[in-house]
């Protein structure tokens, strides 16, 4: 008879083969218990990956691996959603490293049957709501966008049963701000929630910043409203103002990505006017509601000197001079956004 599985781990991959070995290794450290399954969701690798992963595969009985065409990271955490035995599922990056023995320590956590896991908190006691009401949904939106914010799937666990009740998924048309909705989603259906500063991740280095994707206007917007539809929800709460704050943060920074990362790119290139794209922008800051966030000044400790200065020109309507600023600065910086 099969062990019944406690944890599953999804990972997906693309042309990982650089780092792919160094991860699995570290995944073999972390795995001390016989509950548990890895599934390495390959997103269409055309480098190594593949090689590397089936020689884990017939090396450990508990890594299983699956090769699918190359539709998109959130795609991949989806199909594994759908491929999971164990009553809960994480997520993690085929380029990090984890915990030495971490699974028959996570089996203190498994007890408490929450609906949703955050461990590697800095917080000196752990919180454990086996209720959660909204005021207490609003605290842990505000703890996991903390300073420029940790929505990364990573030490985040969740309850396989109330993630297939709420189908709740992988947003597969954004391109940036995925796991922070799949995230949100989750607070927002959990009943109950746990926070641990019991260590299990290591984020390393080798994540790259993305720059111009033809995809970001629409994911943005996309994430805007959805997020929008999501935190109206709790506007009758005792502490619906933090949230706003919350919200506030996610409009600039997401604003300022769309200046850096979509338009500044195409103006750079020529694909566009400043004033184009100044009409548009402001078109979008007045339909979406980012125009509001502009003069909320808390946040400018998470900015650099850079996008103080944009927010406070967007503050009083200077689209136009924000884009021709932009890209002036990456010139005389040397920065190129078009990749």
Known sequence: MKNKIKLTF???MY???SYLERTLDSVEE???TNDIEVLLIDDGSTDKTLEIAEKYENKFDYIKFFKLKHYGVSNARNFGISKA?????????????????????????????????????????NINY?????????????????????TRPGSKFFKKEMLIENGILYDTDLVISEDALFLYKTIDKATSAVISNMKFYNVQDSH???????KI???????????????????EATNYKELQKVENKLKILGFLMLVDRYYGPLYIKKEITSKKAAMELKKIANKFGYSNAFSDKRHDKLLGLRHIIFRKMLKIGMYRQTIILDKFMDKIRGINRWK
């Open 130 to 150: 086996s209720v959660l009401d909204d005021d207490k949904k609003i605290y842990l939106y505000k703890y996991v966008n903390r300073d420029r914010g940790n």
């Open 208 to 214: 790259t910043l993305q720059y111009y994707n033809e």
């Open 30 to 32: 972390m795995v001390d």
């Open 85 to 125: 035995r164990g009553e809960y599922i994480t997520f993690i990056d085929s380029d990090d490293t984890f915990e030495c023995n971490f699974t028959s320590k996570f089996s203190k956590l498994f007890s408490l049957e929450a609906d949703l896991i955050i461990t590697d908190s800095e917080l000196e006691t």
């Open 15 to 17: 042309n990982s083969e």
């Open 217 to 235: 206007l629409t994911g943005e917007l996309k994430y805007r409203q959805k997020t929008n539809e999501l935190f109206n929800k709790y506007k």
């Open 10 to 12: 999804v990972m997906p």
